[in-house]
Nanobody
Framework: QVQLVESGGGLVQAGGSLRLSCTSS????????MGWFRQAPGKEREFVAA????????NYADFVKGRFTISRDNVKKTVYLQMNNLKPEDTAVYYC????????????WGQGTQVTVSS
């Protein structure tokens, strides 16, 4: 199992950008599909974006399409979430998660990083 650490969160004004990073502190991520999820106060955790282990396939929640981009660098054992044109409703704790190809279930989670978008 991998140990995931997110970084890059912070406070930004509406319309601004942030780039989140998720790095494995241990084993390689090359056999994992990776995803980003978020949870706002009082709400359920929701899917944001995912990327295949090769990086060749991505998918996004409708509410971030055209604004967020997920990418990965398997050499650096890091997955990124570039967030542009941020909106106050994007305010949440963002989590990265790993899904082993062999099980196809998310079984590794980071501790989360707070993103706050002011209006």
């Amino acid at each position: 199992q991998v140990q995931l650490v997110e970084s890059g969160g912070g406070l930004v004004q509406a319309g601004g950008s942030l780039r989140l990073s998720c790095t494995s502190s241990g084993r390689t991520l090359s056999s994992y599909a990776m995803g980003w999820f978020r949870q706002a106060p009082g709400k359920e955790r929701e899917f944001v974006a995912a990327i295949s282990w090769t990086g060749g396939n991505t998918n996004y929640a409708d509410f971030v399409k055209g604004r967020f981009t997920i990418s990965r660098d398997n050499v650096k054992k890091t997955v990124y979430l570039q967030m542009n044109n941020l909106k106050p409703e994007d305010t949440a704790v963002y989590y990265c998660a790993g899904r082993p190809v062999i099980t196809n279930k998310y079984d590794a989670w980071g501790q989360g990083t707070q993103v706050t978008v002011s209006s």
